[in-house]
């Protein structure tokens, strides 16, 4: 059962409902991300800053925002590939994967970073499980401190299935597309020239 559900049903949502878990889930994003080491984002950052294709893979919640980071990748200029997609290369020496998996088992993303590990190329990923096959892939790992998806149990959230990890990966990803572009010499109007316009 959800703790934060009322008795009055659903779509029945009060203000007081709304406002407390506006700052349940604002509250779990900011101790989550406080928790996360900023050394290992900076590592992985490190490693999207090198000469290199940037090849993307997530699943589900997980691959929607790593969509969302390879866009502002490529507003900086980067060349980056969602695998999948119909025109996306194969990946080799000398690229990189940026792979996200709450639990690091996720056999799609834990198949691409192997793929990826054979080819060659650097992989870096974020996940939840310091002790997952993902983990053991990745040449820089950032650990997200939230609950698995199929934690319902969990103490670490009160939220469902993940949305813990997905919030904080999106926050971490920002987090990095802000400190690449710190140190790139381009302002907001030349990023832009680089936005889709075939919308």
Partial sequence: MNPTANSTGAGCSTAGD???????????????????????????ASLLSQPGRIFVAGAGRSGLVLRMAAMRLMHLGLTVHIAGDTTTPAIGSGDLLLVASGSGTTSGVVKAAETAAK????????TTNEDSPLAALADA???????????????????????????????????????????????????????????
Avoid: C
């Fill in 119 to 126: 080819a060659g190329a650097q992989i870096a990923a974020f």
């Fill in 141 to 199: 790992l950032v650990i997200i401190p939230a609950a698995q998806k199929t934690d319902h149990g969990s103490n670490v959230s009160r939220q469902y299935s993940g949305s813990l990890f997905e919030q904080v990966l999106f926050l971490a990803t920002e987090a990095v597309f802000q400190s690449l572009w710190d140190h790139a010499d381009e302002p907001a109007e030349q990023l832009w020239l680089r936005h889709a316009n075939l919308e």
């Fill in 18 to 44: 709304i406002k407390r878990n506006l700052t349940l889930v604002r509250d779990e994003i900011a101790d989550t991300a406080a928790k996360i080491d900023e050394q290992q984002v900076a590592d992985l």
